[in-house]
C-alpha cells in the first residue's frame, strides 16, 4: 500500500472527479471502484507480484492500475477515454511502472506492443474491471490474439461471469461457455456489491478467473467452424439438436445426412445443445465438418 491516501476510496475519487470536473460516460462503462479491499482481492485472485507484468483495461482515473503499480513488476494500461489521461498522469505520478496508452483495446495491436511494454520475460497477466457494455467482444479479442499471457481476472458482470464458467446441462450453459472453456479454466472467484462502485451500476458484479490452457482440452479440425456450430446448436435453446442442425445446415446437407452423422458420433438428436460437454460437440462438430468437405 502507498504512503498516502488510495485513489479507490470515496472521497478521494469524489475529490479528484471534482478538480478535473470529471462528467461519467455511460457509454464507456466507466463505473469507478472505491473499495480497496475490493481491489486487494482481484490482485490476490489473479496471483500479482513483482514477478508479474500486467496489461489492465480501462484504467479510469487509477483506483486498480495504482495497486497493481504496487504489487507488481509494471503495468501497461490501455483506456479509451482521452480525458482521463491527464488526470492518470497526475494520479499515478508516483509510480514510475505504469504506462497508459490511450487507445481501443478492441483496436489494438497488443502483440505488436509487446516487445516494447514488456522488456524483460517475466509472465504477464491481464487484469481488469471491465467496461460491461463490452465485455464479451474484449475477452474475445484478448483469448483470439493468442498472447503468451498465463492469466486474466476480470471484474464484470456477474451474470455474464456465471454464463463463462458454467457447467452443462445448466441454463448459464452456452456456446460463450464453450468458447471460454476452450482456451481457459475459468472460475467465479467472488460476487462484489454494487456499492463499491461509483456511481453504483444496475448489475451484480463477480470477479471471474481464466487460467489460460497451454493446448485446448480438445482437437477441433476447423476452429472458425467449431465455434460457428457451437453456436448453432444453442441457436433455439429449447429445440433439440437434429432441429438446430437442420436449420443450420439445411442448404447443405439432406435430413438423413445429418441422421447419419449423428448417429456415427452416437449422439441422440433428440439432446438439446446444453447437454453437450465440450468434448462431444468437438467430435460431432469435427464429423460435421469432414462430411461438408466431402460432399
Ligand atoms: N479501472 C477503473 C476502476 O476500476 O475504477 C475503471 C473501470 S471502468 C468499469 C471501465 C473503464 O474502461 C473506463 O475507464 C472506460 O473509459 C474504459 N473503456 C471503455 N471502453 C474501452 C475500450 N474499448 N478500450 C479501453 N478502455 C475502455
Known amino acids: ?56 483495461i480501462g484504467p479510469g482515473i487509477g483506483a486498480l492500475t495504482e ?3 504496487i504489487a507488481a513488476n509494471k503495468v501497461v494500461a490501455f483506456e479509451i477515454d482521452g480525458r482521463l489521461v491527464p488526470i492518470l ?61 498465463s492469466s486474466i481476472t476480470v471484474m464484470i458482470q456477474k451474470e455474464v461471469a456465471e454464463r463463462m464458467a458454467a457447467k452443462h446441462s445448466t441454463k448459464e450453459y452456452g456456446s460463450l461457455t464453450i468458447a471460454i472453456q476452450y482456451y481457459t479454466k475459468a472460475s467465479v472467484e467472488m460476487v462484489v456489491p454494487k456499492t463499491v462502485f461509483m456511481p453504483q451500476p444496475r448489475v451484480d458484479s463477480a470477479v471471474l478467473h481464466l487460467e489460460m490452457r497451454k493446448e485446448p482440452p480438445v482437437y477441433v479440425e476447423n476452429e472458425p467452424f467449431f465455434f460457428d456450430f457451437v453456436q448453432a446448436c444453442f441457436q433455439q435453446r429449447r429445440k433439440t439438436l437434429r432441429n438446430n442442425l437442420s436449420r443450420y445446415l439445411k442448404d447443405k446437407l439432406q435430413r438423413q445426412e445429418i441422421e447419419n452423422v449423428l448417429e456415427a458420433a452416437e449422439i441422440d438428436g433428440s439432446r438439446r445443445g446444453e447437454s453437450l460437454n465440450i468434448q462431444e460437440f468437438a467430435d460431432l462438430a469435427n464429423r460435421f465438418y469432414l462430411e461438408l468437405s466431402n460432399s
Open 89 to 149: 498522469e497526475h494520479t499515478l505520478q508516483s509510480y514510475s511502472n505504469i504506462d497508459i496508452i490511450n487507445q481501443d483495446i478492441l483496436k489494438s495491436n497488443v502483440r505488436e506492443l509487446w516487445n516494447k511494454a514488456f522488456a524483460d520475460d517475466k509472465e504477464v497477466k491481464i487484469v481488469a474491471n471491465l467496461p460491461y457494455y463490452i465485455t464479451t467482444p474484449i475477452l474475445m479479442h484478448l483469448l483470439m490474439e493468442n498472447l503468451p499471457i
Open 1 to 56: 500500500m502507498s504512503e498516502h491516501k488510495a485513489i479507490a476510496t470515496p472521497t478521494r475519487t469524489r475529490e479528484i472527479l471534482d478538480r478535473y470536473h470529471f462528467a461519467f460516460k455511460k457509454s464507456l462503462g466507466q463505473n469507478f471502484l472505491i473499495d480497496v479491499n475490493i481491489l486487494q482481492n482481484i490482485i490476490d485472485v489473479a496471483g500479482i507480484s513483482k514477478e508479474t507484468n500486467v496489461i489492465e
Open 67 to 69: 495497486q497493481l503499480a
